[in-house]
């Protein structure tokens, strides 16, 4: 089986040559029609399916039945999800590790307001080594924008670590 590098680029730190100063790229996000996507991304979506709707139990049984590894479906499984046209009542469930510092949720928790996004759920675990969990789960109004802009922008955000999207319903 052939495997395909990931659509999305992971956030890296490398340093600027000229400054010397750590950077991050940042991940990049692309709408392609469903004929230019490779078919393990579309069994990837395939499998992802049917574990939602519960017509698997296991990982194991989806990619059994979609045929692509377990390895291809982990690899990826965080990196596609379907785009859908009308974005409005969209709820997104992302999770991220943030510095515990003051002041770290409050400026994420603006960002997404200032987004136009409402805020459903917070949760965050207890800090340890000075580094706490963080889910969220929002919704989308008619005034969001652009999803990849609010993800790339909590990325590059001071004290947040880790950005994933988990869900978008």
Do not use: W
């Not at 890296?12 to 392609?32: D, G, L």
């Not at 990619?63 to 692509?68: F, K, Q, Y």
């Not at 770290?104 to 949760?123: C, M, P, Q």
């Amino acid at each position: 089986m052939v495997e395909y590098p990931s659509l999305a680029n992971k956030c890296i730190p490398y340093k600027n040559k000229r400054e010397n100063k750590p950077m991050r790229k940042t991940t990049n996000y692309f709408v392609v029609k469903e004929k230019a996507v490779p078919e393990v991304l579309l069994k990837v979506l395939e499998a992802k399916k049917l574990m939602e709707t519960r017509r698997v139990s296991t990982v194991q049984e989806a990619v059994d039945r979609v045929g692509i590894s377990r390895s291809s479906f982990y690899k990826y499984k965080d990196d596609i999800f379907r785009f859908h046209d009308n974005s409005k009542g969209t709820t997104l469930t992302m999770t991220f590790n943030i510095d515990d510092e003051p002041g770290i949720l409050s400026e994420v928790l603006k960002r997404i307001a200032d987004f136009g996004a409402n805020i459903l759920t917070i949760h965050q675990s207890i800090p340890i080594n000075g580094i706490a969990a963080l889910s969220l789960s929002i919704q989308l109004l008619q005034p969001t924008g652009d999803i990849s802009g609010l993800l790339e922008g909590l990325e590059a955000q001071r004290g947040v670590h880790q950005v994933k999207l988990l869900a978008k319903e």
